[in-house]
């Protein structure tokens, strides 16, 4: 049984003060997870989620990190930085890093490994464009980012990796892929995954991500293949974000 993981990448938002406000109004409200919950903020809220969630089930993940230990790279974080804020899981190759910071699934593989060398659980984005779909080309796009970013990769039973399923097209547009679809798309995930990875394939956690709202994680979390959320929009209005955590109850 795959327990489920339900993340909050708030992207370039909420900075201190919001952060607070956040977390005030959230941990107010009644929480049911069903498994583990993530947020993560940018780098400046990491601090302050770390003293705020001390005593809550509720994990801290990061945007991205940097491969290299230390040294001369201006702008960037190191694994090492990250795990001194208690930091448990990071998201690597999101689509908008892929696009706007010419990330490659090169650069993905080397995140990766060093997340793992820090024991950090990386979070592997994969997904592809409205016209690769539409092109017919999405399967083998998806199949080459897996491949390629999780190259060489040998995993020891204690270590893990998660892939998110994020279609470019969902991602802030307020389109869902259907559920159905979103399945398909993450079994053939999983099926590439035993080739890539072998035996973990079975028990590796695929989520979907692109415009998962209240209205839509029920459905989407009743598919076999589809073990949680990556959200984006919706994981930076506390009410919106809890009932996503509080998937499958019923409404009050
Ligand atoms: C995301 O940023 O990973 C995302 C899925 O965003 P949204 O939920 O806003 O579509």
Same mark, same amino acid.
């Given at each position: ?97 892929? *696009? $706007?910071?010419? @990330? ?6 080397? !995140?990766?490994? !060093? ?41 020891? @039973?204690? *270590? ?5 399923? *994020? ?12 559920? *159905? ?26 989520? $979907? ?37 509080? $998937? ?5």
């Amino acid at each position: 049984m795959r327990k489920s993981l339900v993340v909050a990448n708030w992207k370039m938002n909420n900075g201190t003060a919001e952060t607070s406000d956040f977390l005030n109004e959230f941990l107010k409200i009644n929480l049911n997870p069903k498994g583990e919950v993530v947020i993560c903020p940018p780098f400046i809220g990491l601090d302050r989620l770390k003293n705020s969630l001390s005593n809550s089930s509720i994990k801290i993940g990061a945007q991205n990190l940097y491969y290299e230990e230390n040294g001369a790279y201006t702008g960037e974080i190191s694994a090492s930085m990250l795990k001194s804020v208690d930091v448990s899981y990071v998201i690597i190759g999101h689509s908008e890093r892929r *696009e $706007y910071f010419n @990330e490659t699934d090169e650069i993905c593989n080397k !995140k990766v490994k !060093k997340a793992l060398e820090y024991n950090i659980t990386p979070i592997l984005c994969v997904g592809e464009k409205k016209e690769d779909r539409d092109n017919g080309m999405h399967l083998d796009l998806i199949k080459s980012q897996l491949y390629e970013s999780l190259k060489s990769l040998e995993l020891r @039973e204690d *270590e893990e990796i998660v892939v998110a399923y *994020e279609p470019i097209w969902a991602i802030g547009t307020g389109e869902t892929a259907s559920s *159905e679809d979103a399945e398909e798309i993450c079994k053939f995930i999983r099926n590439e995954l035993e080739d890539i990875l072998g035996d973990s394939a079975d028990s590796t956690r695929i989520l $979907y991500g692109g415009s998962v709202k209240p209205n839509n994680i029920d459905e989407l979390m009743q598919m076999e293949n589809i073990d949680g959320a990556l959200v984006g929009g919706a994981s930076l209005v506390p009410e919106d974000f809890a009932r996503i955590v509080n $998937y499958g109850d019923k409404n009050e």
